[in-house]
């Protein structure tokens, strides 16, 4: 287990809890990627609010932290489907964008990605 993520196993298993076990698997993975849309899109009205609408960034930030929780619970029982503990996930994408950025971000790796087109 990656240590300095374990805290998102414990998040991940105590999410399964609020899960309706009646679920088909058709259902369950409906119920899924439609959350992972919908959740997208409430954090993505938080920001549309404060870059068209002007809200104060401040004002905002119990309701986008709210949206997020909501996203990540979708997004752990996503893993969970596919038996990935979250303590998998940083480690990996971190490897990644090593890979992808050594130097740190750059525009130019960024369009010419290696392997992609």
Not at 20 to 43: A, F, R, Y
Not at 82 to 109: C, H, T
Request: aromatic share 8%; glycine share 6%.
């Amino acid at each position: 287990m990656n240590a300095p993520y374990s805290e998102m196993n414990q998040y991940q298993k105590d999410t399964a809890r609020t899960l309706n076990p009646n679920m088909t698997e058709k259902e369950l993975l409906t119920m899924l990627g439609w959350g992972i849309h919908d959740e997208s899109g409430e954090v993505i009205d938080h920001l549309k609010k404060r870059l068209f609408h002007h809200h104060p960034k401040e004002s905002m930030r119990d309701a986008v932290c709210k949206e997020i929780g909501d996203l990540m619970w979708y997004v752990v029982r996503t893993a969970a489907y596919f038996g990935i503990d979250m303590s998998e996930i940083p480690p990996a994408n971190i490897e990644k964008l090593r890979k992808r950025y050594p130097e740190g971000f750059s525009p130019e790796r960024s369009i010419h990605r290696e392997g992609e087109s």
